[in-house]
């Protein structure tokens, strides 16, 4: 009996043993990540792929109808675990524009860009649509573009803020560089429309946004001071001198009632004013005609053209003094002739200009706006009879009040601004 009870204790032992290790086991992989598929109690070494594409790197848009829907997300892939470790798939990247603003006078310069579109032989160019206004989100102007990639937005209110958004359309077939397949079910579109983000600028007159070269020292470009002091220094420079002439349109004008000085040189057009006291009384006022002469009653004809105004009285005395004697004898100038000169080079506004004839260089540079900032205030040249007579330094005059090369003009001299050479800036 004995021998009995010790046979089937080890008959049950042996029965048992096996089933508390397969116990033990699946105890062991229940505790383990759910990185597989299980088929009944058979586990697949293949673990499900999680490196998908998110839903939100997922959002390509596509047109269809008249609404906007989301291509649909990728089917799941199986990967082996060796895959799984070294090979992602890439993040789909979108297609975007990229809408840039220079303002100007009345106009903003517009730039943009399409990035992630890979254009191939063959493909049509996008077209483009720009839409702005003077409020954000509503755009009462729409213009058609075409297929460039810069424009010059015209006719703007300076100091108007203006909101801009430029629409894309991309004919098919588009592949983006980072691309991603669609749903079996997915159809294709036949065109992409995109929209580039909502940008703002405001156009203003040149005085307000500085020239190449202020923009281009203002720049933040890090300097040895910004390493040094903990406070940058002011970037907000202005071209030396060339505020000078501001406000200066009107200096013609006043030219014309300026007294002269006895080196003036009279001619065709000047006006002399004759008095004569004693044994004589009379007052004259002469033109000078075409041929440089003034008729004087009872005296006759007297050449004045091209000599000085000390000159001239000296000559009107000696054909007074034929006819008559015991008399007192004033001459002064009436009015002043015009002259025509040139202004041509780097200025504000080159031309033909009219002048008093005792208006000098910087006069008639005043009446042209003076010169522009790409032109140079060192090495303004004077023109006469095809040759050069003046070359005049303008800082001369700003630094120390020197106008000692500042030359009287006559009829058809040429001043000329050329272009501005090295300059340099400081601050700080």
């Avoid at 501001?246 to 004013?273: F, Q």
């Amino acid at each position: 009996m004995r021998r009995f009870r010790q046979v089937i204790g080890l008959w049950l032992l042996l029965f048992f043993i096996p089933a508390l290790g397969g116990a033990a086991a699946l105890s062991d992989q229940e505790t383990q990540p759910d990185e597989g598929v299980y088929v009944g109690e058979v586990k697949q070494e293949f673990p499900l792929g999680k490196e998908m594409v998110s839903e939100d790197q997922l959002k390509e848009t596509r047109k269809s109808g008249d609404g906007w829907q989301a291509l649909k997300p990728l089917k799941p892939t199986v990967k082996t675990p060796e895959d799984a470790k070294t090979d992602k798939v890439p993040a789909a990247k979108k297609l975007r524009i990229l809408l840039r603003a220079e303002p100007g006078d009345s106009m903003l310069t517009l730039s943009w860009k399409l990035k992630e579109l890979n254009v191939r032989p063959g493909d049509l160019p996008p077209k483009f649509t720009l839409y702005y206004g003077i409020e954000p989100g509503r755009y009462e102007k729409k213009l058609e573009v075409g297929d460039v990639s810069e424009y010059k937005l015209r006719f703007l209110r300076n100091n108007q803020l203006y909101y801009l958004k430029l629409q894309g359309v991309i004919p098919a077939p588009v592949e983006t560089t980072k691309s991603v397949e669609v749903a079996d079910d997915a159809t294709q579109p036949s065109e992409l429309t995109i929209f580039s983000n909502e940008i703002k600028a405001t156009p203003a007159p040149p005085e307000e946004l500085g020239s190449p070269l202020e923009k281009s020292f203002a720049a933040k470009t890090q300097t040895l001071q910004d390493k040094i002091e903990a406070e940058p220094f002011q970037r907000s420079l202005q071209q030396f001198g060339y505020d000078f002439f501001k406000n200066s349109l009107t200096a013609g004008t006043a030219l014309e009632n300026a007294p002269v000085g006895p080196d003036y040189v009279i001619g065709p057009g000047d006006s002399l004013r004759i008095d004569l006291w004693g044994s004589i009384q009379a007052r004259q006022d002469l033109v000078v005609d075409r041929n440089g002469e003034i008729s004087i009653p009872r005296i006759g004809t007297v050449k004045v053209w091209g000599v000085t105004f000390q000159q001239a009285r000296e000559i009107i005395d000696k054909a007074i003094s034929r006819y008559y004697k015991g008399y007192e004898l004033n001459v002064s100038m009436g009015r002043l002739r015009t002259i025509q000169v040139f202004v041509v080079g780097e200025v504000e506004s080159p031309g033909t200009y009219s002048v008093a004839s005792t208006a000098t260089v910087i006069n008639a540079l005043a009446l042209a706006g003076g010169p522009a900032k790409t032109g140079t205030l060192r090495a303004v040249r004077l023109s006469r009879g095809g040759s050069m007579v003046q070359e005049i330094d303008l800082y001369a005059m700003f630094l120390s009040g020197d106008r000692s090369k500042d030359r009287r003009l006559e009829s058809g001299d040429t001043i000329f601004v050329p272009v501005s050479g090295p300059v340099a800036a400081m601050a700080g």
